[in-house]
């Protein structure tokens, strides 16, 4: 395969059907957007932040984006930028990885770290008052802009309903950080068959079954606060994956399907199998894989 720039590589990530065993002889397939040319799902979306605005003149050549962001927002944005010479400032709460912080740098972007305890609010926060000391300077916000569901569903959607032709899907299971990827796919997925389940997966800390928000060690995943995009989307269903069951799962992926997951992929995993016990038999599960534990390895991702 010849390619003109690393940018064409977004976007067409193999569907892998997981060989284990899952429970009333279901199948679980799974996305693997680790497989994007920065490494995450999030190379879609800062590709799509940055062409939206461009195509619709909200930055020229000389833009500085600044992004509040967990990381692979930020990778996939610095990527997505390089094509057209912009800066970029990403605001990274400290307690996210090093690697992908690294990256992040290597890329060309600036960090501004902030307290860990202040959480995504805090980089949000801290974005908006550079973004307003900043001349010429754009603010994707991830967080309420609607192209971030429109990015998955229009590339990830169709992509799974291709891949898998005619088979039935049962369930969608997916994780939310900025809650982009559950909403765009389960509104792609719900106008294709309405009685797919849609499932959304949090750590213990988040606050979507009700409990008070605090620190968890699943990165990427989990909300202070409900997503704007959740507004229009039907949830079935919400499971709470503890660190320590997502974690179980990235070395189960490891061992025994020689798969590198990030802990985010390790709770789809467990809410996955866990909906297996409850959906009817021989039912199609699928979900999506964000990005791989390469870039947890200072975390001790293997040994957690
Ligand atoms: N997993 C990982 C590893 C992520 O970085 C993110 C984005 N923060 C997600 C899952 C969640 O994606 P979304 O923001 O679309 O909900």
């Known amino acids: 395969m010849l390619i003109e720039n690393i940018h064409q590589l977004i976007g067409q990530t193999p569907l892998l ?29 800062g590709q799509f932040l940055i062409s939206d605005a461009w195509h619709k003149n909200l930055i020229n050549q000389q833009t500085t984006i600044i992004e509040p962001t967990a990381g692979n927002t930020g990778i996939g944005l ?12 990403l605001v990274v709460p ?10 992040m ?11 860990s305890e202040e959480g995504i609010k805090g980089a949000i926060a801290k974005a908006k008052s550079l973004a307003a000391e900043i001349d010429n300077s754009y603010l994707p916000m991830q967080f309420a802009n609607p192209a971030n569901p429109e990015t998955y569903y229009t590339t990830l ?7 898998l032709k005619d088979k039935q ?41 009700g409990g008070p928000a605090h620190a968890h060690r699943t990165e990427g995943i989990g909300v202070e606060f409900i997503p704007p995009f959740f507004k229009n989307v039907i949830i ?7 660190d320590d069951r997502a974690f179980q799962q990235v070395r189960y992926a490891a061992k025994h399907l020689g ?46």
């Not at 740098?105 to 307290?115: M, Q, V």
């Not at 959607?157 to 891949?163: Q, V």
């Not at 509104?187 to 499932?199: A, G, H, M, R, V």
């Open 259 to 304: 798969l590198f997951i990030g802990s985010s992929s390790g709770a789809a995993l467990a809410a996955s199998l866990q909906m297996a016990e409850t959906l009817p038999s021989h039912s199609n599960i699928v979900t999506v894989f964000p990005d791989s534990s390469e870039r947890y390895m200072s975390t001790n991702i293997y040994n957690n």
């Open 94 to 103: 400290e307690k996210f990885s090093a690697e992908k912080q690294q990256l």
């Open 17 to 45: 059907e997981l060989q284990l065993p899952v429970p009333n002889h279901s199948r679980i397939f799974a996305k693997l957007e680790m497989f994007n040319p920065g490494g995450s799902i999030k190379d879609r979306l």
């Open 157 to 163: 959607g169709p992509e799974i309903t291709d891949d």
């Open 236 to 242: 079935d269903q919400t499971l709470t994956i503890s």
């Open 169 to 209: 899907i049962a369930a969608f299971v997916a994780g939310a950080g900025s809650g982009g990827t559950f909403a765009g796919l389960a509104k792609y997925l719900n106008e294709s068959d309405p009685t797919i389940k849609n499932i959304v997966v949090e750590p213990e800390g988040s606050i979507l079954n």
């Open 78 to 89: 610095a990527l997505a930028a390089q094509q057209y010479q912009l800066s970029t400032i």
């Open 105 to 115: 740098k290597a890329l060309g972007a600036t960090i501004i770290n902030t307290p």
